[in-house]
């Protein structure tokens, strides 16, 4: 079946700009986790959803970052006034309810000039 | 909060022989523990996981073991072929949460 996916795989934004990131999980898994990858580092762990819960956001890095779930679907993160130390990979994953194993998305790769 | 701290940072193997990557986690009640392999510009792949309950786990050339009392766990892949060449990650979790702490990566390179 299909995966997660992500859009857009890529995005350039101007520094202080807002972006938008996109991200479908696998049909049925309930919960949704968003991770950020840093160049060359490990996988650091954003918000997570999980059915009608309220959401875990306690890796969220600054007010300027924010996630919506729609229902048990799409999810969207918001970065606003985009920094220069935004720039990295955004991964989103899911997984069934009740269950540790995730599944990742291609992730985003977002450039900040 | 829960810290997973990986090592080492770069392994360097000749083809044929063994690799093993190791973990150690600060939050006792973790219980799951996976290990991703992620090639250059690819998504995390889960290769392995091991649940609090199990001592070893094993599944073809990767097996994977974990010392509750030490909080430490390991990966180890035998028979390494140039295929294995990426970067693994381990990670923790714990039911409450779900959400998973990943270590630093190992940079695997398995010279042919």
């Known amino acids: 079946g299909a995966g997660v996916s992500q859009s857009p795989s890529n995005k350039v934004t101007e520094k202080g700009k807002d972006v938008e990131l996109r991200c479908d999980p696998i049909?049925?898994?309930?919960?949704l986790y968003w991770y950020r990858q840093r160049l060359g580092q490990g996988l650091e762990f954003l918000i997570y959803f999980q059915g009608n819960s309220a959401p875990d956001k306690s890796g969220l890095p600054s007010d300027r970052f924010s996630a919506e779930r729609t229902g048990e679907s799409v999810s969207t993160l918001t970065i606003q006034r985009t920094q220069q130390e935004d720039s990295a990979v955004y991964l989103c994953a899911s997984s069934l309810p009740v269950s540790d194993t995730q599944y990742f998305g291609p992730g985003t790769r977002l450039t900040v000039l | 909060g829960e810290n997973v701290e990986q090592h080492p940072s770069t392994l360097s193997v000749q083809e044929g022989d063994s690799a093993v990557i190791k973990c150690t986690y600060s939050d006792s009640a973790s219980n799951y523990f996976p290990w991703y392999k992620q090639e250059l510009g690819k998504r995390p792949q889960l290769i392995i996981d091991?649940?609090?309950?199990?001592g070893e786990k094993k599944d073809q050339r990767i097996a994977v073991t974990l010392n509750k009392t030490a909080k430490h766990f390991s990966l180890h892949i035998t028979e390494t072929q140039p295929e294995d060449s990426a970067v693994y990650f381990c990670?923790?979790?714990?039911?409450?949460?779900?959400?998973?702490?990943f270590g630093s990566g190992t940079r695997l390179l398995v010279r042919p």
């Open positions: 990670a923790a979790s714990k039911d409450s949460s779900y959400k998973l702490i």
């Open positions: 091991i649940r609090s309950n199990v």
């Open positions: 049909s049925g898994h309930t919960a």
